[in-house]
């Protein structure tokens, strides 16, 4: 598939297609691993890279300067680069093997924070929203996609009516939130 | 609660920072004045995050399922068979196409090229049949070029099939690296980058020589795979014998091997007489007996390209920007072991490839027809030398070898 075709793929909504970029992980791969990183944090980096590319790509901020594979080795690269000075900086003795401090994150997690998490709080309040709402509000928040384009997804007369849509889906998501429980969560 | 849309489209867009000028200080004024509009931001400010980690997780799963998808389908070959045989069929139709065109140019040339190059108006008869003689060569040359399409093309492919793991995409990738140049990067990584080109890692190779030996058998063309050190004295030895029930078989140094027409490589095994197979019994009573028949078959002894799988651990590099001497050296790192050459390279012809061979390693850099011998402990900068394929046995691996025309034997 060439990068055209992706990008068009990605845009009329065949996420899917997202699998073709793990091409590109291989020279990711081998820079991360000769830059004190190993094959686990490359495939971690590279699966930011692609959220990044891809809500860039459905928010019509990608601009096709360069191809997509510069594009992808790019963003893993600053990523990469941006977690090792954050490591420098707190003097983290790093475990040689990547899973066990997430593992480990994930312990501290469950002791401090012994509530519902926030996206769970969220992913039952989406649910119990229905739909078009649901994908309309996840659509646009989540990967920012412009109105007009949304407007096209969804089938609305124009921009405006998916504009006004989704205000009338957040204030149907906000009624059946209640303050005191959403502050609360922490995370 | 606030409910009017209107104070609901300003919370929006003060969350996506989209806010007009003027906008901007009409929320300023409610957050400080309106308490229930501050607190309304605050719930929507929790309502986007958690919808954005919840979409992130969701979606990492979802790549997670994709990357895995990505990986299952670079491991099974079955589902590029279809198009290996298309591709063939391409390439096939490639050559009719070629063979046609040179074949209209040699009609073309038979019919306007004697007028044209020779301007008297008389011709004498001596003239004509030279000209005659000398389109017969060029029918010839066309004969063969036919025939080394047909044999060079499926070795092509074959070496695509092969490679299933590798990525095209990939290695184009690795080729952008020194394009990708980013100035807010360290020093280190600017090293690591470098300027120089790498070479993509489908050319990178290693080889193990193995026990085994396949072949495929079709179309008059016998390819044998698992040998590619062998000479073309042994080549010459080997014989297809067909026996009287039309099955076909290999002699090899004095063993038999079953063999079927087949387009799929399949492992040779050896005609055992227990196994009673294609009146196998008439070749262990008696050393066979056989003519040479009509069918012509090709032989051909597949080199270490086929043979070979791609390398991994090892990155090479080169730097075409120089008119000194030619010279490599090999630098290893923790996890890597990188090959520096500074030599005039070719990205698409050049191949490297790692020979293992009795527990050790020799590597060679591979050019057309110029072989270089590798010293895997040269740590600085160290002139390219080319290989004496006589006393270098291994090297032998790279010579370009032809396919060898024979017939097959038919028992008497």
Redesign the interface.
């Known amino acids: 598939m060439t990068d055209q075709e992706l990008l068009s793929q990605l845009k009329s909504g065949n996420?899917?297609c997202?699998?073709?970029l793990?091409?590109?992980?291989?020279?990711v791969k081998?820079?991360i691993?000769?830059?004190n990183g190993n094959e686990e944090d490359a495939?971690d980096v590279f699966?930011e890279a692609?959220?990044v590319f891809?809500k860039n790509v459905i928010s019509g901020k990608y601009e096709q300067r360069s191809?997509i594979?510069?594009y992808l080795?790019?963003i893993s690269?600053?990523q990469w680069?941006n977690q090792l000075n954050r490591r420098k900086r707190h003097e983290q003795p790093r475990e040689a093997n990547g899973f066990e401090s997430k593992f480990e994150e994930e312990l501290i997690y469950e002791v401090t924070h012994r509530g519902p998490?926030?996206?769970?709080?969220?992913?039952r309040a989406?649910s119990r929203l229905g739909e078009p709402c649901k994908s309309l509000?996840?659509t646009a928040?989540?990967?920012?996609m412009r109105m007009e384009d949304i407007a096209e997804r969804f089938n609305y007369s124009s921009a405006r009516s998916a504009?006004?849509q989704?205000?009338?889906c957040?204030?149907k998501?906000?009624?059946s939130?209640s303050?005191e429980d959403?502050?609360a969560?922490e995370q | 609660m606030i409910e009017d849309l209107k104070y609901i489209a300003l919370i929006d867009k003060y969350l996506r920072g989209t806010l007009a000028p003027s906008e901007k200080d009409e929320v300023e004024e409610l957050m400080h004045h309106n308490p229930d509009f501050a607190k309304e931001v605050r719930v929507y400010e929790k309502i986007y995050e958690g919808i954005t980690k919840k979409e992130k997780a969701e979606l990492k799963n979802r790549l997670r399922k994709y990357y895995k998808e990505y990986q299952e389908n670079q491991e099974t070959p079955t589902s590029d068979r279809p198009n290996g045989r298309y591709r063939r069929l391409f390439i096939y139709s490639g050559a009719i196409a070629a063979c046609l065109i040179i074949g209209g140019a040699i009609l073309l040339f038979n019919q306007y090229g004697p007028s044209t190059s020779n301007t008297e108006p008389t011709v004498v008869d001596v003239d004509t049949t030279s000209t005659m003689k000398t389109d017969s060569i060029f029918d010839l040359d066309e004969g063969k070029l036919v025939e080394e399409n047909k044999l060079d093309n499926p070795d092509i492919d074959r070496v695509q099939d092969n490679d299933n793991l590798v990525n095209r995409e990939n290695t184009d990738g690795l080729q952008k690296h020194d394009s990708v140049q980013n100035p807010n990067t360290e020093s280190e990584v600017q090293l690591a980058i470098g300027g120089y080109k790498t070479l993509p890692s489908r050319a990178v190779r290693k080889y193990q020589s193995s026990r085994s030996l396949s072949y495929t058998f079709h179309d008059g063309v016998f390819k044998l795979y698992g040998r590619p050190l062998m000479g073309k004295l042994e080549a010459l030895s080997l014989r297809i014998l067909k026996n009287k029930e039309s099955g076909y078989f290999l002699k090899y140094k004095n063993d038999y091997y079953d063999l079927e027409k087949t387009k799929r490589r399949l492992p040779l095994i050896k005609v055992d007489a227990k196994r009673n197979n294609k009146g196998v019994n008439t070749l262990f009573n008696r050393p066979i007996k056989s003519v040479p028949s009509q069918e012509e078959v090709t032989v051909n002894i597949v080199g270490v390209q086929n043979a070979s799988t791609v390398l991994s651990e090892l990155l090479v590099r080169f730097d075409n920007d120089n008119s000194g001497e030619q010279t490599y050296f090999f630098n290893k790192e923790e996890r890597q072991l990188e090959l520096i050459i500074q030599a005039d390279l070719d990205l698409e012809k050049a191949m490297v490839y790692r020979v293992e061979e009795a527990g050790r390693y020799y590597y060679y850099l591979v050019q057309d027809s110029q072989i270089y011998a590798l010293d895997e402990d040269a740590k600085d900068a160290t002139p390219l030398v080319t290989v004496d394929i006589t006393t270098n046995r291994l090297a032998r691996l790279f010579i370009t070898r032809e396919p060898i025309k024979t017939v097959v034997y038919e028992e008497r």
């Open positions: 996420e899917e997202l699998g073709q793990y091409a590109h992980l291989g020279m081998s820079w691993c000769r830059n495939l699966q692609i959220i891809y191809k594979s510069t080795f790019e690269k600053r680069l998490r926030l996206k769970d709080y969220l992913g989406m509000l996840e928040i989540f990967l920012g504009s006004q989704k205000l009338r957040l204030k998501l906000r009624s939130i303050y959403i502050i969560l």
